[in-house]
């Protein structure tokens, strides 16, 4: 519910940077809290980066009484070239967007993912073990084998992690 509310919320903001975005040959993406803007090579080495970056920075600060918040932490810039990622300072470097990791060579699930991904599917394991005991019931285990075991691919029509994994997998050079 998350993902459509912060959608609905953020429209107007989403039609502001994809503006600006059209206008400057670039690409505008974002999922929740998740956003990308790749700008053309030819643009990055230009003059112009500093304006730019000063232009979006703008857009999102405009809307930072809506609830929007940029956390510096997280923002980079990267330069995409001969099939590398590199950083500002000319360092090689990755790009991490939902969920997976690319050196512009190789996408990879992110660990960060699949450590989450395994620490719920522990705790959901112990919570169920727990109530089984106090209920002196059998616990529910189809719903932690749907959740998170390959076997889950239709979970609830939409699959779980496992199928989200296996479908990026199958579009591009993935490695899980």
Same mark, same amino acid.
Request: one cysteine or more; hydrophobic letters at 35%.
């Given at each position: 519910?998350?993902?459509?509310?912060?959608?609905?919320?953020?429209?107007?903001?989403?039609?502001?940077?994809?503006?600006?975005?059209?206008?400057?040959?670039?690409?505008?993406?974002?999922?929740?809290?998740?956003?990308?803007?790749?700008?053309?090579?030819?643009?990055?080495?230009?003059?112009?980066?500093?304006?730019?970056?000063?232009d979006?920075?703008?857009?999102?600060?405009?809307?930072?009484s809506?609830?929007?918040?940029?956390?510096?932490?997280?923002?980079?810039?990267?330069?995409?070239?001969?099939?590398?990622?590199?950083?500002?300072?000319?360092?090689?470097?990755s790009?991490?967007?939902?969920?997976?990791?690319?050196?512009?060579?190789?996408?990879?699930?992110?660990?960060?993912?699949?450590?989450?991904?395994?620490?719920?599917?522990?705790r959901?394991?112990?919570?169920?073990?727990r109530?089984?005991?106090?209920?002196? $019931?059998?616990?529910? $285990?189809?719903?932690?084998?749907?959740?998170?075991?390959?076997?889950?691919?239709?979970?609830?029509? +939409?699959?779980?992690?496992?199928?989200?994994?296996? +479908?990026?997998?199958?579009?591009?050079?993935?490695?899980?």
């Amino acid at each position: 519910m998350s993902a459509v509310c912060s959608n609905v919320h953020l429209i107007h903001f989403d039609q502001q940077i994809k503006a600006w975005a059209d206008s400057h040959n670039a690409l505008y993406r974002r999922y929740c809290d998740d956003m990308i803007l790749i700008i053309p090579t030819e643009t990055i080495f230009s003059d112009l980066l500093e304006e730019m970056k000063s232009d979006v920075f703008k857009i999102i600060h405009s809307y930072e009484s809506a609830g929007l918040k940029i956390q510096e932490g997280k923002t980079e810039i990267n330069n995409f070239s001969n099939g590398k990622i590199y950083d500002e300072t000319g360092n090689n470097s990755s790009l991490d967007y939902l969920g997976f990791v690319t050196d512009g060579q190789v996408v990879r699930v992110r660990v960060k993912s699949l450590f989450k991904f395994y620490c719920r599917a522990y705790r959901k394991a112990s919570s169920m073990k727990r109530v089984g005991l106090a209920t002196k $019931r059998k616990s529910p $285990r189809k719903d932690l084998y749907n959740i998170y075991n390959h076997l889950g691919f239709n979970y609830k029509n +939409r699959g779980n992690f496992i199928t989200y994994a296996y +479908r990026a997998c199958s579009q591009k050079n993935v490695k899980t």
